[in-house]
């Protein structure tokens, strides 16, 4: 575990960025948070709030409110920086078919302006979150990383195109990047969007599912604990600079036995679900070879899909009950 460190996480007010934020600042770490709190959706500065209300560490931390398109932001960190997990991103596969110029200049400005400051201040170690979606649809099963790269929308070719900076970045400049390609991370304080979060929400409410496709499409759903434990070995590996790895959970299920799974666990007798065509973009299946992230990082995930979902249902429960109460 990385301790005693002055770090700088972005995006941290998201959904990951806010689990490894509550992960390091209980190690004595110092963590420097730059975070735009974009309106792509609601609640995101309310629920950082809260979470550093809890924690009372109001002198571990500095929040900048800031945009990473901007470098002048960079000029607001006060200390030395030992590592930087940079997190901050333009999220939403579907959303950047209909926003292409605003996902790219997000995700990719933002990312080299991160290689452009770590790089001026010697930061030892940049950990970059990449994404499943570089692959598109794959050509064989598990994907490994050397899989080929054949995005199907502007956010994997924005996420493809971060891990090229890197690794020009790696070569070109001495920089330490680590690429880490996340696999359908789900749990406690994810997006609104995203469709775990979004189930559950519509089976609290007795709302119908609308599944897009046939439903037997797989993902690789990898608990939110396990995408930070794999964040934090990377960081602390000395084999990892330059390198890109897997993560997930290496074990995919359609999204029809998911919904069957989250109407079990929520008790819920009857089920309402409709079907509607496929969305561009969405791919027929995800699932991570990650061999390489074992062998080299000591990777394991650790929370299988029962009880991930019973955890973020717990969650979404009780936020549920809280939001009924604040009307």
């Known amino acids: 575990m990385i301790k005693n460190k002055s770090i700088l996480i972005t995006g941290a007010a998201g959904f990951i960025g806010s689990h490894l934020f509550e992960t390091l600042i209980q190690e004595n770490n110092y963590i420097v948070v730059i975070d735009n709190f974009n309106t792509y959706y609601a609640g995101k500065e309310e629920q950082f709030n809260e979470l550093t209300k809890n924690l009372e560490i109001s002198k571990n931390y500095d929040l900048i409110k800031g945009d990473l398109l901007d470098r002048s932001v960079f000029k607001e960190i006060k ?10 991103a333009q999220a939403g596969i579907r959303y950047s078919i209909e926003h292409a110029s605003e996902v790219t200049q997000n995700n990719v400005i933002s990312s080299l302006n991160i290689f452009e400051y770590a790089s001026d201040y010697n930061v030892k170690k940049v950990i970059c979150a990449s994404s499943s979606s570089v692959y598109g649809n794959p050509v064989y099963t598990p994907v490994d990383e050397n899989h080929p790269k054949n995005p199907i929308s502007p956010y994997g070719v924005s996420k493809l195109v971060g891990e090229i900076y890197a690794d020009f970045y790696h070569r070109e ?14 749990g406690p304080r994810g997006r609104p969007d995203m469709a775990i979060r979004k189930f559950f929400d519509l089976i609290l409410q007795d ?6 496709g046939d439903g ?3 993902r690789d759903f990898t608990y939110v604990s396990d995408i930070v434990n794999g964040l934090i070995l990377a960081a602390e590996s000395n084999k990892s600079s330059g390198e890109i790895f897997n993560l997930g959970a290496s074990n995919p299920i359609t999204v029809n036995t ?11 007798k009857t089920k309402r679900i409709s079907y509607s065509e496929k969305k561009q973009g969405d791919v027929e299946m995800t699932h991570s070879n990650i061999e390489k992230a074992k062998k080299m990082l000591n990777y394991s995930p650790k929370t299988n899909i029962d009880n991930g979902l019973r955890k973020t249902f717990e969650w979404q429960l009780k936020s549920f009950a809280e939001s009924k109460k604040n009307k």
Do not use: W
């Open 79 to 88: 200390c030395e920086i030992d590592f930087i997990f940079h997190l901050a």
């Open 173 to 186: 400049y001495d920089l330490s990047p680590t690429s880490l390609r996340f696999h359908t991370v789900y």
């Open 207 to 212: 709302k119908e599912i609308v599944i897009f």
């Open 258 to 268: 998911l919904v069957n799974k989250m109407y079990e666990i929520a008790g819920s």
């Open 216 to 218: 037997e499409q797989l």
